[in-house]
């Protein structure tokens, strides 16, 4: 919302969002399903491209996804085998952490980009750049989908842990297009604390100043 003075915005409610990483078993209604599927439908995209598909996967369906995750984290410990090279191996706790957190979700909306391809296609400059942009309009949708479950009082996890097992879970999706995220939605019995943010100053660079100061 721009205030009065015309050169600043309110933050509202977006502040109020957690991720959250523990759910209790109550499920998620296709109703609920289906809202945060369209706020993530009226997010912003470049030409309009509207590059984003989402495939809901709740029921047994989950074991078949932490199956896989698995499958590809294994895969990663490994060297022989491992998509991510040396220096990842830090980052495997936490993707087996993710993995226990997709299990116990009731569901979790993958958002591929219909556009996009797999990261075993070499790209020219062009097209990394179009994916770029594909991405940000994804990204967008995506936040919008975490919002509007927030405002439905229903828990979020954005996860890209899943990319431990890229190829692993594309085999078992069986969909076309390049997998951008998972996200796990539930309900939580927990509170969640907010994690400290930078300091707002120290991120922004003022080039100019406002109008109305000058006046
Ligand atoms: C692109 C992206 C990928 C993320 N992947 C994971 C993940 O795989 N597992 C996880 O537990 N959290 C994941 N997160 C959540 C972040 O850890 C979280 O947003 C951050 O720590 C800030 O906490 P907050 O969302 O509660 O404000 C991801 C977030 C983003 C935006």
Request: charged share 30%.
């Amino acid at each position: 919302m721009i205030k009065e003075d015309g050169c600043s915005m309110k933050i509202s409610e977006i502040v109020t969002r957690r991720s959250i990483r523990h759910f209790i078993s109550k499920e998620v209604s296709d109703e609920n399903i289906k809202g945060i599927i369209e706020a993530g439908m009226w997010a912003p995209s470049e030409h309009n491209e509207q590059p984003w598909r989402f495939i809901v996967i709740r029921g047994d369906e989950r074991k078949n996804l932490v199956r896989a995750l698995k499958k590809g984290i294994q895969k990663n410990r490994s060297e022989k085998d491992a998509i991510f090279g040396d220096g990842y191996e830090k980052y495997i706790p936490a993707a087996i952490y993710t993995a226990r957190i997709l299990e116990q979700a009731p569901v979790i909306i993958f958002v591929m980009n219909g556009k996009g391809q797999d990261y075993h296609k070499p790209r020219s400059v062009a097209e990394y750049l179009m994916e770029l942009t594909d991405i940000e309009s994804i990204s967008a949708a995506i936040q919008n989908m975490c919002l509007e479950a927030t405002a439905r009082g229903i828990g979020s996890l954005w996860t890209c842990n899943i990319f431990f097992a890229y190829d692993e879970i594309k085999e078992w999706i069986h969909s076309d297009g390049e997998m951008v995220a998972a996200i796990a939605f539930g309900y939580t019995d927990r509170e969640v604390k907010p994690l400290p943010r930078k300091p707002l100053e120290s991120l922004i660079e003022y080039r100019g100043t406002c109008i109305k100061e000058k006046e």
